[in-house]
């Protein structure tokens, strides 16, 4: 069975940093790609970055210079570094991973639980 584990979520004040991280574990036979999504209350879930298994990264327009996507291959965790956080930013972050399981047939969609970051004023 595949999990996607978040961390590093927080109160953070206008123009800090946090940095999220996300572990898969289980029966990995290879991840395709890795994402974060967003969602605020009341919004849609929306993208914000990916990294594939070549290591291209794409980003939503309103994070591009603020937010890095990076990966460990080794530990098959994916991270977030958030710069410059506003209050805008205040949402419950997800991680996302495309990922082909050892029992599984096809690559599949896997999500975590989601963790809360709140940018104050």
């Known amino acids: 069975q595949v999990q996607l584990v978040e961390s590093g979520g927080g109160l953070v004040q206008a123009g800090g940093s946090l940095r999220l991280s996300c572990a898969a574990s289980?029966?990995?036979?290879?991840?395709?790609?890795m994402g974060w999504y967003r969602q605020a209350p009341g919004k849609q879930r929306e993208f914000l970055a990916d990294?594939?298994?070549?290591?291209?990264?794409s980003y939503r327009d309103s994070v591009k210079g603020r937010f890095t996507i990076s990966k460990d291959n080794a530990k098959n965790t994916v991270y977030l570094q958030m710069n410059s956080l506003k209050p805008e930013d205040t949402a419950v972050y997800y991680c996302?991973?495309?990922?082909?399981?050892?029992?599984?047939?096809?690559?599949?969609?896997?999500w975590g639980q989601g963790t809360q970051v709140t940018v104050s004023s």
């Open positions: 990294i594939t298994s070549g290591g291209s990264t």
């Open positions: 996302n991973a495309i990922i082909q399981s050892r029992i599984g047939i096809l690559p599949l969609d896997y």
């Open positions: 289980g029966s990995i036979f290879s991840i395709n790609a």
